[in-house]
């Protein structure tokens, strides 16, 4: 079984007008190397929770992880193997870091202390875009990043960011045409999400416009040969991000650092637990051997059936039936076949490669394919297996 680490850092240079993560400009919150012990003592006391799991992935993310002192991600990783989480030849060791965050000595402490794949928060190659966002960096600061890595035979990935107010095609191509010259191993591509009432939400393009952007994009990807193996993801084939995969196969990870989910699968439909979004709470917690009870969950069969069927429909290998009826039982299998071929029939899935997966119009209206595979414990308690269901 794979397994990943996440480790929250929640600094950033400034907070964009349109996140809603748990993150701080470094002014706001306490100094970053007195965080840094909170995370040491939470990974001393909490290792035990997974014992003898292989790291397949570890991720920093945050935030920018790239604005702590580069020495901090490597002692990191250096607690992480004392705890019993060395990472191997095969482990994914990524950071995010945002454009001019990085220079060539951090980047060198990062490859030598184990990081081998870098995100950059790349959003958009327009200055005036970049700052409607509160972003600080500029499209220069983000071509020089990249300029780098390309330079440097790293695997990297991007992050653009489209639908913005007043974007319009001709800025979008011209950021795809950046796209197409760095040719990245894995790039993704976010439409803007915010509330109605969001100041960000003015001069937006209209609805059927950000589809046809998001189709534009999907197109010259695939030109680049970046294929989408997720809604908002793309790789050349074999450089998914196998830390992304973990999350939507079902797959236990650990959540360290402010607000960090953790996820671990058992004998029933699993269990989830989360730290706390409050940094004094989350001091108060850091040393204790588990989380208390209200930040702890066990899944109940219908939330782990949704999952599943919601996580692997944003898949393009899609939903297996036959994986899902040794999870659940062939029931279960055949109640969702019946969901998956009315989706079939208002053109929103197709059944291809021995998965069920989104058509580009279910891509397009993904929140009605999703609903249709949203379940509800009454739902479930009608089946006649029911009983051992919800006992498992
Ligand atoms: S840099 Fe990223 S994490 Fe930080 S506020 Fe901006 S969008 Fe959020």
């Known amino acids: 079984?794979?397994?990943?680490?996440?480790?929250?850092?929640?600094?950033?240079?400034?907070?964009?007008?349109?996140?809603?993560?748990?993150?701080?400009?470094?002014s706001e919150i306490r100094p970053s190397s007195e965080y840094l012990e909170l995370l040491l003592r939470e990974i001393k006391a909490r290792a035990h929770l997974f014992p003898a799991a292989q790291l397949?992935?570890?991720?920093?993310?945050?935030?920018?992880?790239?604005?702590?002192?580069?020495?901090?991600?490597?002692?990191?990783?250096?607690?992480?193997?004392?705890?019993?989480?060395?990472?191997?030849?095969d482990t994914e060791v990524t950071i995010e870091i945002n454009p001019a965050t990085m220079n060539e000595a951090s980047f060198r402490i990062y490859r030598d202390g184990g990081?081998?794949?870098?995100?950059?928060?790349?959003?958009?190659?327009?200055?005036?875009?970049?700052?409607?966002?509160?972003?600080?960096?500029?499209?220069?600061?983000?071509?020089?990043?990249?300029?780098?890595?390309?330079?440097?035979?790293?695997?990297?990935?991007?992050?653009?960011?489209?639908?913005?107010?007043g974007q319009t095609f001709v800025q979008l191509e011209s950021d795809l045409e950046l796209v197409a010259k760095y040719n990245p191993p894995h790039l993704s591509a976010y439409c803007l999400t915010v509330p109605a009432n969001h100041p960000m939400s003015a001069g937006r393009p209209a609805d059927p416009d950000q589809l046809r952007m998001f189709d534009l994009i999907?197109?010259?990807?695939?030109?680049?040969?970046?294929?989408?193996?997720?809604?908002?993801n793309f790789s050349r084939p074999g450089w998914e991000s196998k830390h992304n995969l973990l999350y939507w196969t079902d797959q236990p990870y650990w959540g360290i650092g402010l607000s960090a989910h953790s996820y671990q699968p058992d004998e029933a439909y699993g269990v989830r637990f989360w730290n706390s979004n409050s940094m004094q709470e989350y001091e108060r917690q850091a040393t204790a051997s588990d989380v208390p009870h209200k930040q702890r969950e066990r899944l109940r069969a219908h939330e782990a059936l949704t999952d599943y069927c919601h996580t692997s429909l944003r898949r393009s290998a899609g939903v297996d039936l036959?994986?899902?009826?040794?999870?659940?039982?062939?029931?279960?299998?055949?109640?969702?076949?019946?969901?998956?071929?009315?989706?079939?029939?208002?053109?929103?899935?197709?059944?291809?490669?021995?998965?069920?997966?989104?058509?580009?119009?279910?891509?397009?209206?993904s929140n009605q394919a999703f609903l249709e595979v949203t379940f509800s414990a009454q739902e479930l308690a009608r089946l006649p297996s029911s009983p051992n269901l919800l006992t498992r």
């Open 1 to 26: 079984m794979a397994f990943g680490i996440y480790v929250h850092i929640p600094y950033c240079l400034q907070r964009c007008h349109y996140c809603d993560f748990t993150t701080f400009a470094t």
């Open 56 to 89: 397949t992935s570890l991720y920093f993310g945050g935030g920018t992880p790239s604005i702590l002192p580069a020495e901090n991600i490597v002692t990191i990783i250096a607690a992480l193997a004392n705890a019993g989480f060395p990472i191997h030849a």
């Open 218 to 232: 999907e197109e010259r990807l695939q030109e680049s040969k970046l294929i989408r193996y997720e809604i908002s």
């Open 115 to 165: 990081v081998n794949r870098f995100s950059v928060g790349a959003q958009t190659f327009d200055d005036d875009l970049l700052a409607r966002c509160g972003r600080k960096h500029t499209a220069l600061q983000t071509r020089q990043t990249l300029d780098f890595l390309a330079g440097q035979n790293v695997n990297y990935s991007f992050d653009l960011l489209f639908a913005l107010p």
């Open 322 to 365: 036959s994986a899902m009826g040794l999870r659940f039982g062939e029931e279960i299998a055949s109640l969702v076949r019946g969901r998956l071929l009315s989706l079939q029939a208002a053109g929103l899935v197709e059944s291809a490669g021995g998965g069920w997966r989104l058509t580009r119009q279910g891509v397009h209206l």
